[in-house]
Each structure stands twice: as structure tokens, then as C-alpha cells.
């Protein structure tokens, strides 16, 4: 059979035919799996959306903790300035001798304690003994509070001779601190 010998009614519906096939199979076959494809890419667009708007929340947050972790070492920088080296424990009673020097008080004897350690710092307790007028004691005592670190006063017992004089003598018990570098994220 060929196609000259189909009538001009077959031939329609032949081509017809052909074409609802061509059609059928062009949407089956390529059409509808781009349609597909396109829709999974749409997909993963938008799942890529969301995944870069969380990390976009994540590293503002990011930001603001490292803005604040920054601002926070800052202010730890200037607070550690209120604390001795532990290496430099000696400045401690060298400063002392210093005031005492000039309160013009007679320092009879300083006594480094061991270093305690509590906690993320230490305690560095000196004794010392003085001797002088009542006002250069009140003189000292404030000396040692505008000293550059962090030093307290435990103990104070001030005491007389018997006999009538000037001079009163002191004994004195005081800490400073110093922070442990090992504890914490310091730098």
C-alpha cells in the first residue's frame, strides 16, 4: 500500500494521526520532563533561598557576637590593668617601700605570704610593719589606694608605747590579685 493510492479522506486523517502522535509524544516525551526538570530547579532555588537567608541571619548574628566578644575583651583589657603581673609580684612591696619613703614613715619589715589561688585569680599577700606619725599612716593608707592595681587592706592594728611619743606602730596585712592567664580566653 502506498500513499498515492489513499484517498484525499485517509490521507487527512493519516496526517491528522501523525501529527496527534508527533504531539503526544513531543509533550510525553520532551515537554513534560523539561516541564519537570524546570520545576525541581525552581525547587531547588527556593530551597537555596532559604538556606542563604539563614545564613545570612546566622552570620549577622555572627557579627553582633563577634562585635560583642570584642567590646567585651576590650573592656577585660582595662579591668586586667586593675590587677598585678603574677610575674611582677614584687612591685607590690617595692610600691609600698615607696610610699612608705615618701610618708616619711620607717618601714620596719615586709613579709610576702604565699600566693593563694582562687578561682581566675590570685591573691598575693604582703605583712608589713611600720612606724611614724598618725597623720603620715593616713597619708600612706590613702597612697596605697590610688596605686595603679587592685590592693585591699585585711588588717590594720595600730598600736603605742607606753611612754608618750609621735609615733604609733603599724602592723599591716594587705592583698593584692592578679588574674590566672591560664583560666578564660585571654590574649
Do not use: C, W
Request: charged share 25%; aromatic share 6%.
Amino acid at each position: 500500500m502506498s500513499l498515492n493510492s489513499l484517498q484525499a479522506r485517509e490521507k487527512k486523517l493519516l496526517i491528522i494521526s501523525l501529527v496527534l502522535i508527533l504531539g503526544v509524544g513531543f509533550y510525553y516525551y520532551l515537554y513534560q520532563p523539561q516541564v519537570k526538570a524546570l520545576q525541581q530547579k525552581k525547587k531547588q532555588i527556593k530551597a537555596g533561598i532559604q538556606e542563604l537567608k539563614l545564613k545570612k541571619i546566622k552570620l549577622l548574628r555572627k557579627e553582633k557576637v563577634e562585635k560583642n566578644y570584642h567590646l567585651l575583651q576590650q573592656e577585660l583589657n582595662k579591668e586586667k590593668q586593675k590587677f598585678l603581673d603574677l610575674e611582677d609580684k614584687t612591685r607590690l612591696i617595692m610600691d609600698l617601700s615607696d610610699a612608705a619613703i615618701e610618708n616619711k614613715l620607717n618601714l620596719i619589715s615586709t613579709a610576702p605570704q604565699p600566693i593563694i589561688k582562687e578561682g581566675i585569680y590570685f591573691r598575693i599577700p604582703v605583712k608589713i610593719n611600720l612606724s611614724g606619725k598618725y597623720s603620715n599612716i593616713i597619708a600612706f593608707a590613702a597612697d596605697i589606694e590610688s596605686l595603679g592595681y587592685l590592693t585591699r587592706v585585711k588588717s590594720l592594728n595600730i598600736s603605742s608605747k607606753l611612754t608618750p611619743t609621735n609615733e604609733v606602730q603599724v602592723e599591716m596585712k594587705l592583698t593584692s590579685y592578679a588574674l590566672d592567664k591560664s583560666s578564660g580566653d585571654q590574649q
